[in-house]
């Protein structure tokens, strides 16, 4: 009989949406946000797509933003202040955006968490045969000196909100607008330009929500 400790995994309610605005996604996270710290809802993972946006962090510069409010919107780009933290990234069609909406009040390490998102990243893009790392100074998810997954949260009493973006069909055009999280020595990529073939969205989807589970410790139940 095992003497180890057994990992009790807590239940995180999976919600799934299409393709929505980047504000709805906000205010989404705002009210599951409050749901989880006051314990009327359990914990969430929200995976979702949103329309062409560029979005602002709390460490934003404006030298990073490459063309002007007029100028993105005459080209259907939003452009959008946020609460997390960073500076200036896209997300759009084609790419996986992840809100964990998580309680760490009784491991609160901002840093653990950080890494925990990396890891997910970095195990959901072996599952289709890239070796991914972490960039040492940075967040994120690499491959080579370009990134896959980008990483920008906000935690408020250690709830956690926004999260990831994994690129896995995107334009990546659209980071020529930007210095994508004000970097401006490496480059971004995607599964699409690695593998050279669109990638289902639905079986990369599939691998984050495992992983999610492993590395976090919770088991999602859809909502």
């Known amino acids: 009989m095992s003497t180890g400790t057994r990992i009790v995994e807590r239940d995180c309610e999976l919600i799934l949406l299409d393709t929505i605005p980047y504000q709805e996604g906000v205010e989404l996270q705002e009210s599951y946000t409050q749901a989880v710290a006051s314990g009327r809802e359990n914990e969430k993972l929200i ?34 202040e946020c609460g997390r933290g960073g500076d200036v990234t896209y997300h759009g069609p084609g790419q996986i955006v992840g809100y964990p909406i998580l309680n760490i009040g009784d491991q609160p390490d901002l ?54 973006a994994l690129n896995v069909n995107t334009d990546l055009r659209f980071f020529d607008f930007i210095v994508p999280c004000g ?41």
């Not at 949103?50 to 100028?71: A, D």
């Not at 070796?131 to 690499?142: I, K, L, Q, S, Y």
């Open 47 to 80: 995976l979702l797509q949103h329309p062409h946006v560029i979005t602002l962090g709390r460490g934003f510069h404006q030298e990073n933003l490459l063309f002007t409010k007029e100028w993105l919107k005459e080209r259907g780009i939003a452009l959008e």
């Open 183 to 223: 970097i401006k020595q490496y480059g971004v990529t995607s599964l699409k330009k690695l593998l050279g073939l669109d990638v289902d969205i639905e079986t990369v989807r599939n691998s984050l929500i495992k992983h999610f589970q492993e590395v976090f410790q919770r088991k999602l139940r859809i909502r």
């Open 111 to 164: 840093h653990l968490y950080l890494r925990n998102l990396e890891e997910l990243l970095i195990r959901c893009v072996s599952d289709f045969g890239i070796e991914a790392h972490r960039e040492a100074g940075m967040t994120g998810a690499w491959v080579a000196q370009e990134k896959i997954g980008a990483i920008g949260v906000r935690v408020s009493r250690w709830v956690t909100s926004h999260g990831f």
